[in-house]
């Protein structure tokens, strides 16, 4: 397809065998051209010397000191020629000078020009000069019809900014474009490219990828297999498998926009930025980074994984905005909002908004927040978990605290704690011990080992302990003021048997990892 920027006319190949075929086919079909058109003299304009060797052929003659020939508009010099004037073409020797414009001239020790064809062959420290840049090469071709310059043995063009070698290119004169194929290396001051096929103008110094593409530098590498950076502005744009690595992080999209200057960068469609200190993934579908404020989200079934080899956490939101340390190194903070979901085997939760801390392996979910760990699920105003070796250790509730587990399914009874703060430590990501604090009540479930019902245990006090083993209560210690008892349940009405404000939100427990997207 052809795409237009600044009027400058780019056309993208989806093979890099197919630049070489179409440039061929377009010196041919120029050449093809020429012969259709009747074919003007070279002019012999000076000489000090003219000779004519029949040795050399009845048609030849030999020019010698100061040799300068006129084709139409174009002058062309050297110290000595063979003029072939039955085939309008001549031989030229040392001092090679073609003066194309006052702009644009290419120097060589030889030189075999066709008039016919308007092609002339250059051998020997050949340069290309024009206003913006340099090209040098063993040998070149240049057609003044389609004033397109090639070389196929290796050459190299340098401007004002950058300098590029490849095995073969080919150089438009007057869009000032220039292609070039195989071991292709563009070197910038701050970066340098390598790529299979590229695109260069020299005018607006934008370079064009087609094919596998790394862009080097002290900060980053970046890998694509089409796009374009502009060496003007530092900006830039990639696509085909692109991915931009750092020290500790890998981006990579279906597209990626990058301003080098602003280190600000977007990122579209299979979004996925790795960090390999803090083991985490993030995925989406747009994220935008910016590295020198130490920030990045990504929005659009964003997810984050937190990888770990026995059980990985995945985390869903709207939003996940990432904040780095002062080095921009490593991921120090995410935020998850809103509808924040998260799922791992052994703890699952729902909250409008999270905080994960990475540097002391904290998480924080606020406003209606919910966890469910094995048969507990644990509501409040705010839920602190701390982790030990990504593991739970400790976690805080604070106000409106509740700890609920189903007592019996069938008949619809629950276990229940409450109070104004409640601290429940963990082993083994199992809950061992709870204590609270404040206003504490338990609505509780006394059963035989072989689970007939005792009684129902209905108690308030300021403070309590429990333990627990295997997620099963193994003792209450009310601590200060208890007052309760364990009353049969015929002298319990049904709304006895529930705590005030009692919520049970089962049915929205994720169940597996891919359930974080079902909010």
Excluded at 191 to 197: E, G, H, I, K, L
Excluded at 219 to 245: A, R
Excluded at 300 to 312: E, N, P, Q, R, V
Excluded at 440 to 457: A, M, P
Aim: glycine residues 6%; hydrophobic residues 35%; proline residues 2%.
């Amino acid at each position: 397809m052809i795409i237009c920027l600044h009027s400058l006319r780019i056309v993208r190949f989806e093979k890099t065998k197919t630049l070489t075929i179409w440039l061929t086919a377009l010196l041919l079909f120029s050449g093809n051209m020429l012969t259709a058109q009747k074919p003007t003299r070279v002019k012999l304009l000076h000489a000090n010397e003219w000779r004519h060797d029949k040795r050399l052929g009845p048609d030849v003659q030999r020019m010698i000191g100061n040799v300068i020939f006129q084709h139409d508009s174009t002058y062309l010099y050297c110290d000595s020629a063979y003029l072939h004037e039955s085939t309008n073409s001549f031989d030229g020797f040392g001092n090679v000078r073609i003066k194309i414009s006052d702009s644009l001239n290419i120097f060589s020790h030889l030189l075999d020009y066709n008039g016919n064809s308007k092609i002339a062959e250059l051998t020997g420290n050949v340069r290309l000069i024009d206003s913006r840049a340099t090209l040098t090469t063993e040998k070149l071709w240049y057609n003044r019809q389609t004033r397109i310059a090639w070389y196929l043995t290796g050459g190299k063009i340098v401007d004002q900014t950058n300098t590029l070698t490849s095995r073969r290119g080919y150089y438009y004169t007057d869009p000032e474009d220039a292609y070039f194929k195989d071991s292709v290396v563009l070197i910038n001051p701050d970066y340098v490219v390598n790529s299979d096929t590229l695109k260069y103008n020299t005018e607006s110094e934008i370079a064009w990828f087609f094919g596998p593409t790394t862009v080097t530098s002290e900060e980053n590498l970046i890998y694509c297999e089409w796009g374009w950076y502009n060496t003007q502005t530092d900006k830039s744009e990639f696509s085909g498998n692109p991915y931009i690595i750092t020290k500790n992080q890998k981006l990579s999209g279906d597209s990626l926009y990058y301003d080098r200057r602003l280190d600000f960068g977007i990122a579209r469609q299979q979004v996925k930025l790795t960090d390999t200190v803090q083991n985490l993934i993030v995925k989406g579908n747009y994220g935008e980074f910016r590295r020198k404020k130490g920030s990045a989200f990504i929005v659009d079934s964003a997810l984050a994984i937190m990888i770990d080899k026995h059980d990985s956490l995945y985390l869903h939101s709207d939003t996940l905005a990432i904040r780095f340390d002062t080095l921009h190194e490593k991921a120090e903070k995410m935020l998850a909002y809103y509808k924040a979901k998260l799922f791992r085997k052994d703890l699952q939760g729902m909250c409008d908004s999270l905080v994960y801390d990475f540097s002391d392996s904290t998480i924080f979910l606020y406003k209606d927040p919910v966890l469910w760990s094995e048969e507990n699920q644990l509501t409040a105003d705010t839920i602190h978990i701390a982790l030990r070796g990504n593991q739970v250790d400790t976690m805080a509730l604070t106000n409106s605290c509740f700890i609920i587990s189903v007592d019996d399914s069938i008949s619809g009874t629950y276990n229940q704690i409450k109070g104004k703060t409640v601290t429940g430590y963990f082993k083994d990501n199992q809950i061992v011990k709870v204590v609270v604090t404040g206003n504490s009540e338990t609505i509780y479930f006394v059963r035989e080992e072989d689970g007939s019902l005792i009684g129902v245990n209905k108690t308030i006090s300021s403070d309590m302990l429990i333990l627990l083993t295997n997620n099963e209560i193994e003792s209450i210690t009310y601590i200060r003021q208890p007052k309760g008892a364990v009353y049969p349940l015929r002298e319990l009405n049904e709304k006895d048997l529930f705590l005030k404000d009692f919520r049970w939100i089962g049915d929205r427990r994720p169940l597996k990892r891919e359930d974080v997207f079902i909010w």
